[in-house]
């Protein structure tokens, strides 16, 4: 079977080439210089040319604060694109199998982990433009797994726990948000089980929602301690502080927890702590040649 893999350079489409690697079926990973998914002809026609019978999308605009201006991109990748795949794997009889965010519920009040059947309420405009692309999906009657996950981070690219490395390692004092809370998400663990779901052809009459993030709760202030616990970065003094003194242009979720009980009833999925799986995440940072194939 055909499988398309967009946003390959990024996090999780790294991740899914690692998890991947020993499959029997055939794995076609693109990014933008490959196939622009903003081109619905050009994604129609990759589709029916390589007979691709799932695609996983992990392409789209994530960067939360320049969305506030530069909406119209941001709905062009996370929305109009996405209905390009829907619309080219559904004429091929295909199943999509999207990524999504917990920003879908920006405003969201309370402290009870999030189910796939709360209302959505984003309150920027990334949290809107991919709540969009969840809905481009549903009105093109595609078959489709949407996945909404959070506070990702692996070894590849930009993001938070490569960040914090660097920031502990280097500075004397350091201050982070105690005030948003949620779990960090290896993108390991979530491509693993994207795989696993394909590899068994488990996705064939489980379209739906899905929420997936590593397991327990902490703030970003916990997460950075434990980052620098891990890496051994005990120079750095760490203090907790308010969402308000480091003014952003979006709202974000104070607590955006997902619950992952109909992902793990479903498909028998065991969801690793986010402590074990940052352990595993930092080693692999700090000994590179683990990561190479």
Known sequence: MNILVTGANGQLGNCMSNASRDSQDNYIFTDVSELDITDAKAVAQMVKDNDVRV??????????????SD??????????AVRNLAD????????????????????????????????????GVYGVTKLHGEQQIAESGVKALIFRTAWLYSEYGKNFVKTM?????????????????????YAQNLADTIFSIIENRKYEGNEG???????????????TK???????????????CHSDEFPSP????SYSVLDKTKLKSIFGVRVPYWTDSLRKCIKNIQSPKTNEA
């Open 165 to 185: 490395l660097n920031l502990t390692s280097t500075k004397s004092e350091l201050k982070v948000v105690f005030d948003q809370v949620g779990t960090p998400t």
């Open 88 to 123: 080219a794997v559904k004429a091929n009889d295909g199943t999509l199998i999207h990524i999504s965010t917990d920003y879908v519920f920006g405003g969201s009040l309370g402290n009870t982990p999030r189910t796939e059947e709360e209302p959505a309420n984003p309150t």
């Open 55 to 68: 695609i996983v999308n992990c392409a789209a605009y994530t960067n939360v604060d320049k969305a506030e």
């Open 71 to 80: 909406g119209e991109f941001a709905e062009v990748l996370n929305a109009k």
């Open 250 to 253: 979006v709202m974000r979720p």
């Open 209 to 223: 929602i899905y929420h997936y993030s590593n397991e327990g709760v902490c703030s970003w202030y916990d997460f």
């Open 226 to 240: 434990m980052i620098a616990e891990i890496a051994g970065n005990t120079g750095c003094d760490i203090q907790p």
